[in-house]
Structure formats: C-alpha cells, structure tokens
C-alpha cells in the first residue's frame, strides 16, 4: 500500500457545544432543559450528527488528521462527538483544556492517532485575574510526531470574545496573542527543524493588532521566500468565516511558521489547498442582510438547528516521497 502522503487539518469554531447537564461552577444555564434556549438532549444529539458530518465532509477521502475546535463545554460533549456520533468510525483520540471560563468552554484537539503520534500535550493558562479580565479560555498546546517523521507542535487557541465593545476587550486579545507568540517562539527555539501550526477563533480579524503585531501572522505571498522562524496566516485574504450584521470577518485562522510553506522541506503546505470550507450545506440565505450566512444552531435565541456561526478552515500538507 502506499504511504499516506498528505495531512490535513481542521479548525472549526462549533457555536456552543454544550451538553444539557448543569454544571454548578460555570454560567451554562441557557444551555439546560426548559431553560430560554430550551436546549434537549435531542438537540444535543442532532448538533453531534451534524458537528460529526462537517467533519468528514471537510475530509474527503480521508477523515482530517487533526481537527482543532472551540467552543465545547467539556470532556462529556468530546467524547461523545469522537463516539456517538458519524465520526464513531473515525477512531479519533482527543485533548483538551478545562479552562476557568465563565461559561465553561474550552478547546480541543482531535487527532488521528495512526497519522500523529502525540507526544505531549499542555495547557498554557491566561491570569485573568490579574489582568482584570473575565476568567478566559487556556491555550491548547500539543506536540506529535506525524508520519513524514517531523514533530508538528500545534496551538489551539479561542481568544477572549469581543461581548462588552471591541475596544474595551482588545487589550485581551492582545495579551493572550502575545502569550502564544512567546510560547511559540520558545517552542522554534528548542527545535533544529520548527514545524508549527497556530489555530483557533481569535475574535479578530488577520490585519487586526493582536495577529498583525503581537502574534506578527504575516500574509504569505508565494513569490517571496518563506523564513523558517516567521509565522505566516494562511487566512490572511479570505473572504470570512463568521459573519455579523451582514459582513463577513475572518476571525478564524490557521497561521504556520515559514519552514512549513517551502516546498523543498519534507512537509509543507499543499499549494493552493488552504480553504473556508462553505459547501452549500453550512450556508442559508440571508434574509435581513442579503447573500448567504452561517446555517447556525441558533439564531439569536431562536432555535435553527443548523451547524454552528462559523465556517470550518482547512489546510492540507504534504511530502515529498524521500
């Protein structure tokens, strides 16, 4: 049989992945039976179907090797996506955080254990409390060594949210971008050979100060040549994947340091192959806006039964045969 040669990779913000138990510590209410979104575990089970089929869909032939997600209440809701739901054939193995966040949601990674042998996996906590922020999402940050033999070390991060007014909450983003970037550069100093990816929903957009200066996510032009220790978004000039008051914003990214996108390195970067994945599935129209939107969950307060309000990302790499 030949040898896998390429490898992709998912992000995916799932809008609320909660189950309908009430965890006395977090603010998880609107998310309980008879509660105002009146969420049941009939609803539960529906969302894990359709979280499950976006999945695959994004996969094609193969199922994504890792599938980075925010916005999922706890280690009950991914277990049950890995095992009850269309994915249960996938064999995914998962980590994640259990973060201090008010509403109880955290991040995860889902991995292939066959195509990415994890060799650690930590949480890198964000001091809210001194920063006099509300109790924020940990940072994921996870190693593997992947089948072409190089070890990719990945950050999944969820970026405090943009509730209270963009301004007053930048100074947020800000410091937690500056965190990843510290944590990422810490990491490209230990390796001879860096292989990094940086995922997650940032709340900001690619020309946004968190990406553009603390985290320095440049745009990738292909005419130039790609520097090993400078990170590069992938995302920087697509189109959106979430979309508030009808415009679309790319608050979702997928950003990887340079020795990843030259393509005489063992693994790089499909060209051309990083994407919003937006099968016509994911999208309704927009009746208050015009064009197209996210089929999401809820709409408001008001039950859709949709997908999520953010577009998946995907990325494919690949090696040369040596």
Same mark, same amino acid.
């Given at each position: 049989?030949?040898?896998?040669?390429?490898?992709?990779?998912?992000?995916?913000?799932?809008?609320? #992945?909660?189950?309908?138990?009430?965890?006395?510590?977090?603010?998880?209410?609107?998310? #309980?039976?008879?509660?105002?979104?009146?969420?049941?575990?009939?609803?539960?089970?529906d969302k894990?179907?359709?979280?499950?089929?976006?999945?695959?869909?994004?996969?094609?032939?193969?199922?994504?090797?890792?599938?980075?997600?925010?916005?999922?209440?706890?280690?009950?809701?991914?277990?049950?996506?890995?095992?009850?739901?269309?994915?249960?054939?996938?064999?995914?193995?998962?980590?994640?955080?259990?973060?201090?966040?008010?509403?109880?949601?955290?991040?995860?990674?889902?991995?292939?254990?066959?195509?990415?042998?994890?060799?650690?996996?930590?949480?890198?906590?964000?001091?809210? &409390?001194?920063?006099?922020?509300?109790?924020?999402?940990?940072?994921?940050?996870?190693?593997?060594?992947?089948?072409?033999?190089?070890?990719?070390?990945?950050?999944?991060?969820?970026?405090?949210?943009?509730?209270?007014?963009?301004?007053? !909450?930048?100074?947020?983003?800000?410091?937690?971008?500056?965190?990843?970037?510290?944590?990422?550069?810490?990491?490209?100093?230990?390796?001879?050979?860096?292989?990094?990816?940086?995922?997650?929903?940032?709340?900001?957009?690619?020309? &946004?100060?968190?990406?553009?200066?603390e985290?320095?996510?440049?745009?990738?032009?292909?005419?130039?040549?790609?520097?090993?220790?400078?990170?590069?978004?992938?995302?920087?000039?697509a189109?959106?994947?979430?979309?508030?008051?009808?415009?679309?914003?790319?608050?979702?990214?997928?950003?990887?340091n340079?020795?990843?996108?030259?393509?005489?390195?063992?693994l790089?970067?499909?060209?051309?192959?990083?994407?919003?994945?937006?099968?016509?599935? #994911?999208?309704?129209?927009?009746?208050?806006?015009?064009?197209?939107?996210?089929?999401? !969950? *809820?709409?408001?307060?008001? *039950?859709?039964?949709g *997908?999520?309000?953010?577009?998946? #990302?995907?990325?494919?790499?690949?090696?040369?045969?040596?």
């Amino acid at each position: 049989a030949q040898a896998q040669q390429t490898f992709r990779v998912m992000e995916y913000n799932v809008e609320n #992945l909660f189950d309908c138990r009430h965890d006395s510590l977090k603010q998880d209410t609107e998310f #309980l039976p008879g509660s105002v979104r009146n969420w049941t575990f009939n609803r539960f089970q529906d969302k894990l179907e359709k979280i499950g089929k976006v999945i695959l869909a994004a996969g094609k032939e193969q199922v994504p090797d890792l599938v980075g997600l925010c916005e999922v209440e706890n280690e009950f809701c991914v277990k049950s996506l890995t095992h009850h739901s269309p994915l249960r054939e996938a064999g995914y193995r998962y980590v994640m955080t259990d973060s201090p966040d008010e509403r109880g949601i955290d991040v995860a990674l889902l991995y292939q254990p066959t195509s990415f042998r994890l060799l650690t996996s930590q949480k890198i906590r964000i001091p809210s &409390d001194s920063l006099g922020m509300r109790p924020t999402r940990d940072v994921l940050y996870v190693s593997g060594r992947v089948v072409s033999g190089d070890t990719l070390d990945v950050f999944v991060c969820h970026l405090p949210s943009r509730v209270g007014g963009a301004e007053k !909450t930048d100074p947020y983003r800000l410091w937690v971008a500056r965190r990843v970037r510290q944590a990422a550069d810490s990491v490209m100093a230990e390796r001879q050979d860096p292989r990094l990816i940086i995922m997650g929903d940032f709340n900001d957009t690619p020309q &946004d100060e968190s990406l553009e200066e603390e985290l320095e996510a440049k745009a990738y032009s292909p005419d130039s040549e790609p520097l090993k220790y400078k990170l590069y978004n992938l995302f920087y000039d697509a189109k959106g994947s979430h979309k508030y008051q009808g415009e679309w914003n790319q608050l979702d990214h997928i950003i990887v340091n340079g020795a990843l996108l030259q393509e005489n390195q063992s693994l790089h970067v499909q060209k051309d192959s990083y994407q919003v994945f937006s099968p016509s599935f #994911l999208l309704i129209p927009d009746k208050t806006w015009r064009g197209v939107r996210p089929f999401r !969950t *809820y709409y408001g307060f008001k *039950y859709e039964g949709g *997908y999520s309000d953010h577009l998946p #990302l995907v990325v494919t790499f690949e090696w040369n045969k040596m």
